[in-house]
């Protein structure tokens, strides 16, 4: 058994988190030629085939609840946008606006330049297709300790099929083929800690290519599917399998003290956070009887947007020292206050 390098792991990450994306873009893109909104689009003498209208878009994703508001939609095509996925039609612009502009995916044009990680993406999906509509699939959720995993197969099962369904000409080619799609972080051990190899260890595809997704989600920091450093007073609970790397819950993993925060030379740095809240709420959960912390986020939520992350400890809230506050009273000091808060934090130094 190898062990898998941290850089490869978060290299990893990063693949799969540009999967994603491109993944929830291309259910958008469906999504908007049957709603008639890709359509061919003329200007003066020119023709435009298979673009779209950015504001018209903007106000279908208001419509249809995609994006809370205005600011949302438009980071998540900008999202979309910076992810190669999207285009303006003659290249004109360089961000996504919301106004009478013309963009289009690339799927559409046909400009899309294929990556190695694109190709592999391709045929990951592919081979995931055709094993989940199997009568007796080898995916499957299993247990492994005390956990149950989803999605998952043994090295050598795996192996076994891509010979028989003629994916690969041997094993050796198999495992091989295996390899990369670990590096690409479209499978992986079950732990995240192994690389690929040919035994009776337990492997699993990292995405659900199936799953309908929410258009928020690919405005979640990849930053918090990292593992956490070993001084870190904190560990990260995935909120479920079929989500995104991106979906966790922090949990205390040792009591954190008013005095270790605070001492000279802490591992933590204070960042002033303007929260501006909107319809939802502020964004945001916060957990602990003094010092407290972020729990959890909304993706594109109020609170995410202002640069909160989950982690970091609640020092103030309009200028109101929290340091000692438990959680309750930090909900009254926000939800009480003005529809902007000045909140201060402490983030630690991973």
């Known amino acids: 058994m190898e062990f898998i390098s941290s850089n490869v792991q978060k290299q990893a990450e990063i693949f799969q988190r540009q999967t994603e994306i491109r993944l929830a873009g291309e259910q958008l893109r469906l999504r908007l030629h049957n709603a008639k909104l890709i ?11 298979s673009s779209f209208v950015a504001k018209e878009v903007v106000d279908w994703l208001l419509a249809r609840k995609e994006a809370p508001h205005s600011e949302i939609a438009v980071s998540i095509m900008q999202k979309l946008f910076e992810s190669d996925v999207i285009h303006h039609v003659c290249d004109a612009h360089a961000t996504f606006k919301e106004d009478k502009l013309f963009y ?180 945001f959960v916060v957990r602990g009887n003094g010092p407290c912390h972020v729990q959890a986020l909304d993706p594109g939520g109020p609170a995410q947007r202002a640069g909160m992350k989950i982690r970091h400890f609640i020092k103030s809230v309009n200028g109101c020292d929290c340091l000692k506050f438990p959680y309750q009273k930090i909900n009254q000091l926000v939800g009480y206050g003005p529809k902007h808060a000045i909140i201060e934090v402490l983030e630690h130094i991973d």
């Open 39 to 49: 359509k061919d689009r003329g200007v003066q003498r020119f023709t435009y085939p």
């Open 104 to 283: 289009r995916f690339r799927n559409d044009d046909g400009t899309s330049i294929p990556t190695n990680q694109m190709r592999m993406a391709v045929r990951c999906q592919r081979i995931y297709e055709k094993m989940i509509n199997e009568d007796n699939s080898i995916i499957k959720v299993r247990t492994e300790g005390s956990r149950q995993y989803r999605r998952t197969f043994f090295g050598s099962e795996i192996l076994d099929w891509l010979v028989k369904h003629g994916e690969v000409h041997s094993r050796a080619d198999g495992e091989k083929l295996c390899k990369t799609l670990v590096d690409y972080g479209l499978i992986r051990h079950v732990t995240g800690r192994y690389k690929f190899c040919d035994s009776n260890m337990l492997f699993q595809f990292t995405i659900n290519f199936r799953r309908k997704r929410k258009l928020t989600e690919i405005l979640g920091d990849p930053a918090e599917a990292r593992q956490d450093s070993p001084d870190s007073p904190f560990s990260l609970e995935k909120l479920s399998d079929e989500l995104p790397q991106s979906s966790f819950v922090c949990v205390l993993k040792k009591p954190v003290t008013l005095e270790e925060l605070l001492a000279p030379g802490a591992p933590y740095f204070m960042k002033k956070l303007t929260v501006v809240g909107d319809d939802l709420g502020w964004g």
